[in-house]
């Protein structure tokens, strides 16, 4: 106890303001002073008048606290008090602040680790030594920067510095391994700019990046260093090989730097070169580098906009046909805004979204507080009605009881904030597997610490308002008169409020989750229109630099080679796999007419036998063939959404049409739908062109018979062959087509982990409000027992009362579930809005639990011994 | 100030919001301007005048400013802030109601009730 008040006394100092103390003291002297002078005049010896001026004055030391407590809001030191005799008080019922600070504490937690998760992807900027100087830029045309445009805003003086880059694959070969690695190429300034040194090694020089310069420069992050060198200290100045060339290992990045990515960490930086970037001596490529620039010290975002526009303007001058479109504003903005440039608008309410699904869970959680602090109000009736009694102020009253709200919170946003600690390292440690894969990067900040105490003052107030209010609502006479049986129909009623509120979050949660689990199930029945279960692909990813006759001789020579293996069927190629996460959209014109609207449709590039591969049907025309080439008039293979919205029931074939390319395309054939950009009740119009007419990274697309599971160890020993340089990755079509199955699938994961947390929560509560039934019935159980009641009379009793409560709350959560599911018809795959099993699966489940959370209370209720219970009573 | 009253409770802040009101003063002087104005009448207990001071500072109604006193040293000056001139108009009011109210109740005399 003594040690607790040095503690006490100790910070108590620690939080005084010593200036203002100081200030005190020379105030009181100076009175002192100018009393004894007065004295002195009227006569008095200086050691007399001194001595007097003292004892006039009183006891300086208790007038010093009093001038403290003085100078402080009356509403602090009673919240001190009140804080003060709300610990004493909760000392005495551990099992209660148990209770609360586990359920508040998870509750808490998640919601904190999903807002430090949401804001690391938002909030996301690459490590820089001074980020409030930072801006992202862009020009006038378009979201990055060419190369050429980027060199001459660097040397325009705008910025203090401007630096640049871009993310790219590369493929790392060693004897052992083949994989693609994840690589940022960076101008050499990069790292100068952003004031970041590796742990080991040295930086990028500022001329890193010009062509001269050989071999190559490599940083690792400390991630890459680790995984394939295994953290060896000597692994600067090895070479290594990506796309076939050396390149020197000069420095491994420090542990905790952030790379540009939100999600996903590069594995290595490179310098900027023509091999990795064939478009760098491109002045009109568009998309070409995200360039983030420092301000200088005076100058404002404003003023450096002005200049970046200005500086369009001339290069467009000087550059018209290449640089088209730049003389419009550009834009500069603060880096933080980075991550969520080019994000579609309606993905902003995301975010907030998936924050009050959270916080759903929470308010369940505090369903459970206010629950038990009313139960403990009941208990104090007497106390509350005494100090109304002897002339306390219900709002003092109010604020007393909400301070014990507010230590539970604070119990509990301590507690939820090291869960999220806790929680940081292990959810940055998983892999999202993707192309590239993902990962959370998450950070501990003072946000964290800001929406926890947020969340703590928002749970004291859902906690513990009501009840506050509800428990100084006391007729003081009669209470007092009351021999203390339990006439509180009121506060019942409030709890099984409490109870029915917390069964409908839970039971709109789980309707949501079974939702979600039920579409990605039928994600996996739903016919995507290909033949998704006997078909692999082989990803072939080559140096930029190789020519495109290099690759549709590649493509040409493995799909030729794989399709004599035993068990292929047949074999094809293309540029892009239905389903898989990646898509070129384009505005189509058709030869002699104009198209109003949109016009937008998906474009793929396709080899010879696609269809027949892919289990397209071919509803008219041919398919391409490898005489489709380059010396050959462009043809194209159009699908029947395409037809029926572009042609309108008239004969397609004969047309042309292009989507930006200078050669019109003549359409060959007509093949049936297929699902491409995500799976929806209406397929996109699909235009195919011939891959050696348009020819890109080949991706093998290989039929099997039977399951390809089998084939594919063959696969890649055949393509891993073929080209040095390369690197190939085997899957089952199912596998790369699974993409958004695999994300409905964590999103129903995830709902049903908050709709299982709020459920258990909610059956927290419920079996809270039973117990307390039970107890404050024993005498009403007692006399129906000793009327004659059976035991099992008492259990159903009990049973049917706890059962009602969740069926009103399962009945309202499904109701207002109903107004999410029913908007977002078109996203749950033909299942219905009201589909019977998902709510009968949430009612079954609610229910089942409902039944455990009153079984164990009905059965202390029918073991309440007649006899006992009405002698007490 | 032998012959002197202790000021009643919850006049002191009326007192010396009216002291600094007469302009500027720091602690001491607040004091010797009471005893002044009241004649040497009131007396105010001089430690209980600096929490009142605390006080009233925190309410806004005077506002502290450290300066130099007449004999050089370092001292804080109180003056009057706009919601402490209100206050002191409508504590005087009130206060004046008050009193004559029981002046005319304590000089009532038989023959007029």
């Given at each position: ?169 590369v493929?790392f070969?060693t004897?052992?391994r083949?994989?693609?690695l994840?690589a940022v190429t960076v101008?050499g300034?990069f790292f100068r700019?952003?004031?970041v040194s590796p742990r080991l090694g040295r930086g990028f020089s500022s001329d890193e990046d010009?062509?001269?310069r050989q071999p190559r420069a490599a940083l690792l992050t400390d991630a890459c260093w680790r995984r394939l060198f295994d953290g060896d200290l000597g692994v600067i100045g090895r070479t290594v090989r990506l796309?076939?060339e050396p390149f020197d290992i000069v420095g491994v990045l420090p542990a905790d730097y952030?790379g ?6 590069p594995d290595l930086y490179l310098p ?602 | ?113």
């Amino acid at each position: 106890m003594r040690a607790f008040h040095a503690i006490v006394n100790g910070l108590r100092n620690l939080f005084r303001s010593s200036t203002l103390d100081h200030q005190m003291d020379d105030e009181l002297t100076f009175h002192l002073e100018c009393r004894a002078k007065d004295l002195m005049s009227a006569g008095l010896a200086a050691d007399d008048a001194y001595r007097r001026a003292r004892l006039e004055f009183g006891s300086i030391e208790a007038y010093k606290e009093r001038t403290r407590d003085a100078r402080r809001p009356p509403f602090l030191d009673d919240l001190a008090r009140d804080v003060a005799y709300a610990c004493r008080g909760l000392r005495r019922s551990p099992a209660l602040v148990l209770t609360c600070v586990l359920s508040l504490g998870l509750g808490i937690g998640v919601n904190t680790t999903i807002f430090t998760a949401l804001r690391s992807i938002i909030r996301h900027q690459p490590t820089l030594a001074d980020p409030d100087h930072f801006v992202g830029v862009e020009p006038g045309n378009s979201n990055q920067f060419s190369y050429l445009n980027y060199r001459d805003l660097r040397d325009s003086g705008i910025f203090a510095d401007a630096a640049a880059y871009r993310i790219v694959r590369v493929n790392f070969r060693t004897e052992t391994r083949s994989e693609r690695l994840l690589a940022v190429t960076v101008t050499g300034n990069f790292f100068r700019t952003t004031g970041v040194s590796p742990r080991l090694g040295r930086g990028f020089s500022s001329d890193e990046d010009s062509p001269e310069r050989q071999p190559r420069a490599a940083l690792l992050t400390d991630a890459c260093w680790r995984r394939l060198f295994d953290g060896d200290l000597g692994v600067i100045g090895r070479t290594v090989r990506l796309n076939g060339e050396p390149f020197d290992i000069v420095g491994v990045l420090p542990a905790d730097y952030k790379g540009v990515m939100p999600l996903g960490q590069p594995d290595l930086y490179l310098p900027i070169t023509a091999e990795l970037l064939p478009e760098v001596t491109d002045r009109q490529n568009a998309n070409g580098l995200t360039v983030i620039a420092r301000l200088r010290n005076d100058q404002s975002v404003q003023q450096a906009q002005l200049a970046v526009t200005r500086l369009g303007e001339a290069l467009e001058q000087q550059y018209p046909k290449e640089n088209a479109g730049l003389s419009r504003p550009a834009a500069v903005f603060p880096i933080r805004e980075l991550p969520l440039r080019g994000a579609p608008p309606e993905s902003s309410i995301v975010p907030g979204a998936v924050l009050v699904l959270f916080g759903l869970v929470l308010l369940i959680a505090c369903g459970n507080v206010a629950g038990l602090l009313l139960a403990r109000a009941t208990s104090r009736r007497h106390e509350m009605a005494l100090r109304i009694a002897l002339g306390a102020r219900r709002t003092r009253l109010i604020q007393a009881l909400l301070a014990e709200a507010l230590v539970l919170a604070a119990l509990s946003a301590t507690g939820g904030v090291l869960m999220t600690l806790i929680a940081i390292p292990a959810l940055n440690a998983i892999a999202v597997p993707g192309e590239p894969s993902m990962r959370l990067q998450m950070t501990a900040d003072v946000w964290l610490l800001a929406y926890a105490a947020f969340l703590g003052v928002g749970t004291t107030l859902a906690g513990g308002l009501l009840p506050a209010l509800q428990s100084t609502r006391v007729d003081v006479s009669a209470t007092l008169q009351d021999s203390g049986s339990t006439r509180t129909t009121g506060r019942t009623a409030l709890r099984h409020a409490f109870v029915v509120g917390q069964v409908a979050a839970s039971a709109f949660l789980l309707v949501l989750s079974a939702m979600l689990m039920r579409t990605a199930a039928r994600g996996t029945m739903v016919n995507p229109g290909f033949d998704i279960g006997s078909g692999a692909v082989v990803s072939v990813s080559l140096p930029p630099a190789r020519s495109a006759a290099h690759r549709v001789t590649l493509a040409r020579e493995l799909s030729t080679q794989l399709a004599g293996l035993t068990g292929v069927r047949s074999t094809s190629v293309a540029m892009l796999v239905p389903l898989g996460g990646n898509v070129v959209g384009r505005r189509v014109e058709i030869q002699g007419r104009s198209l109003e609207g949109r016009a937008n449709v998906l474009v793929n590039a396709v080899g010879p036998r696609y269809f027949e591969t892919m289990g397209i049907a071919l509803e008219r025309g041919r398919e391409f063939q490898w005489t489709d080439g380059t010396g050959s008039p462009r043809v194209a293979i159009i699908s029947q959404a395409f037809a029926r919205q572009y042609f309108d029931g008239g004969d397609p074939l004969g047309s042309f049409i292009r989507t930006g390319e200078v050669d019109y395309a003549a359409i060959v054939g007509v093949a049936s739908d297929t699902q491409f950009i995500s799976l929806r009740e209406t397929p996109e119009p699909i235009v195919y062109y011939a891959f050696a007419q348009q020819p890109s990274d080949p991706i093998v697309h290989v039929r099997v018979a039977g399951a390809p599971d089998s084939l594919l160890r063959t696969l890649t020993a055949s393509a891993d062959m073929l080209d040095a340089g390369a690197v190939v990755s085997v899957q089952t079509l199912r596998q790369v087509a699974g993409f958004e199955i695999a994300m409905r699938r964590a999103a129903a994961l995830l709902m049903a982990v908050l709709g299982m947390l709020g459920l258990l929560l909610a059956l927290v509560g419920l079996y809270g409000v039973m117990a307390y039934t039970v107890a404050a019935q024993r005498v009403e159980i007692g006399v129906r027992m000793a009327l004659g009641a059976s035991s099992s009379g008492v259990v159903s009793l009990i049973l049917r009362r706890g059962l009602r409560l969740v069926a009103i709350g399962a009945l309202s959560g499904i109701a207002a579930s109903l107004l999410v599911t029913l908007p977002a018809r078109a996203f749950l795959l033909g299942i219905s809005p009201v589909d019977p099993i998902a709510l009968a699966g949430t009612v079954g489940v609610l229910l089942a639990g409902g039944f455990c959370a009153s079984y164990l209370p009905a059965l202390r209720a029918a073991r309440v011994d007649p006899l006992v219970t009405l002698r007490q009573g | 100030m032998a012959d002197n009253t202790t000021v009643l409770p919850g006049t002191l802040d009326l007192l010396i919001l009216k002291a600094v009101s007469l302009g500027p003063l720091h602690g001491y002087g607040v004091l010797q301007r009471i005893n002044q104005i009241s004649n040497g009448a009131l007396l105010v207990e001089q430690g209980a005048l600096y929490p009142a001071l605390a006080r009233l500072e925190r309410q806004e109604l005077l506002a502290g400013e450290w300066g130099t006193s007449d004999n050089n040293r370092k001292a804080k000056y109180y003056r009057l802030t706009a919601a402490g001139r209100k206050r002191l108009r409508d504590a005087t009011e009130s206060w004046t109601r008050v009193a004559d109210a029981m002046t005319a109740a304590l000089s009532a005399k038989p023959g007029e009730v």
